[in-house]
DNA sequence: AACAAGTTGTTTTTT
DNA sequence: ACAACTTGTT
């Protein structure tokens, strides 16, 4: 680990006085710093809530007011809706101009780029994009196919197959490496898994499919092998932002790298205590290695917290001061009172739930608004009990995280007839809406696909194929009916607004719908709140490939009705609720075992990506920290009783965290 | 016999 | 919600 240097630059002289904006006034002197250096690479180290936001809006500003065209300015962030959230706010700062930087998450990027230059690789342009349950789909197609499933040693399932692929490709290792290191169990089946891995790729390329690594991954060859195309990107992109910085792999350092070739005037921004994604390949280190690869880079590090009371991060300081490895950086504020934090024993999953509940009553009647408060926890599932008493309580709120509304059932139904029609030769849409109709079964939907596809390559018109199966069998009227409505969309593809077809494959959808599911009221309501992000769109492309890369991620069905709109208690994952912050701030399952997770326990990387975790969860809070956990937990998989608080949490003083018992009141 | 459909116990985090 | 297993249909 190399030492870190910090380097504060003096105050520059106010560029000139007749700027309207007063950098000097709204910024402390490192923000001022950051801000106003508009060239050449910079690092910035952020602690949590140390204004990070503000300062890379400021620099858009200034970038914006010294001359720069906002459509060369590129901002690279974790979600679509934090550029845009950042874009607004600096247009407030200044003016519109501030709306045309370019700006987006990797995989928006990546997606752009790549149907713009599609044809120079030899890309179809209208590829499909696959969301994770459909690159799954397709390993698990795959793995019928090649007979995989019925060896004498089981077979890993689709899910890890699927994970062991996107390991290969995001932290950068052979299939073998992966295998060997986080999967020995299934070492045996080596052999099969690079044929599935080569079979997968081929398939993908066939159909003109992507999944997400595939975006990075085509975006990082084009412009390392097309030396004209990446200076075309890198003269259009002058001024490159990147935000959570430690939470990217080294496929998207490389894009960054590339794009910089002819200016290097790139700015990233992060904090390694705050790095949460190694799963999916990012690596903290990667922060620390951005001065190798930019030489001349100048540090600056933010360190006061303008977030939290000064007993909260006190806390949160503890915790993260025991992380193995870490960078010297202390957070502090100006904000000294409040109340210390406290630690919450309860007897059971009931008892802990009813606590949490109460406890957003009392606050609500106090006068917190319950959109100021946030419940978050280690795992989806861990809410559930919790869901089920705040809707026992009327007590309205919306989950972030976990299952997405994009990923239930009904919605991907309606799509994948979208889907067909923008690329016919997608068969994993082929397959999913042929199995919606009766008496269709995976041999039948496998044999219809194989005559579209031929059709295809014969006359170049999908529907052929499918013809020939609408008479003589029992499906062929169901069958007849999806023709007349593919028919209908592909004849007038281009006059026909997003979600005008969308409309037409409701009316056809509808009945399959009813008949398949109990609670189809509740899902027609997201299929008619489907219907209006639809009507925001001009091509169908543009929204099919937006609902993958940035799904809208509350489902309609989780939102307990409510009069006052805003008024919603949030609940979230500590990694949905990255950059976020609330008056209250409930920390659910601060048990041993669940954060951190029975499954981190083997490795201490892993182990110290929970602690940074609990950091996160910690630092989210400005006033109130409630940390809970259940007492006598049975965990099925590993056959042990939980009790301990979380190890990150124990024997510390009551200075730092205040424990509590729950005393049943009769 | 081949295939479709219904039944029963486990589930990390996400672009 | 998924996979493995079981029952039902053509």
Known sequence: MSARRYTLKKNQPAASPSLAIEYQKELNEAQYAVATTLENPLLVIAGAGSGKTRTLIYRVARLIEAGVAPQSILLLTFTRKAAQEMLRRAAMLMDDRCEQVAGGTFHSVANLILRKYATSIGLDPSFTILDRSDSEDVINLLRTLLGLNERAKRFPKKQTISGIFSKTINKDLTLDEVVLRDYSHFADHLEDLHKLQVTYQQYKTQKALLDYDDLLVKLRDLLADDQSINRQLSDTYRYIMVDEYQDTNKIQAEIVRLLATSHHNVMVVGDDSQSIYSFRGAHFRNIMDFPQQFPSVQVFT?????????????????????????????????????????????????????????????????GVPL?????????SFLSFDLEIELTRCDVPYIKRGGFKFMETAHVKDVLSHLRVVANPRDSVSWNRLLLLIEGIGPRTSQSIIAAVMNSITNSGHFLEGLKSYCKGSHYSTALQELYTLLEKLNEENTTLMPAEKMGWVCHYYLPLLKQRYDDYPKRIKDLEHLQTLAERYKETETLLSDLVLEPPNESVSDIVASDHEDERLILSTIHSAKGLEWHTVFILWALDGRLPSLHSFMSDEELEEERRLMYVAMTRAKENLFVTYPVKIFDRASGSVLSKPSRFIEDLDQNLLETWTLIEES
Do not use: W
């Open 302 to 366: 933010l360190e006061e917290n303008y977030r939290s009371t000064q007993p909260i991060l006190n806390l949160a300081n503890a915790v993260i001061s025991q992380a193995e490895e870490k960078y010297p950086k202390r957070l502090f504020t100006r904000k000294s009172n409040g109340s210390v934090p406290a630690l919450i024993q309860a007897e059971d999953e009931r008892a802990q739930s009813r606590f949490v509940c109460q406890k957003i009553l009392e606050l609500r009647e106090e």
């Open 371 to 379: 959109h100021e408060m946030a419940v978050l926890f280690r795992s």
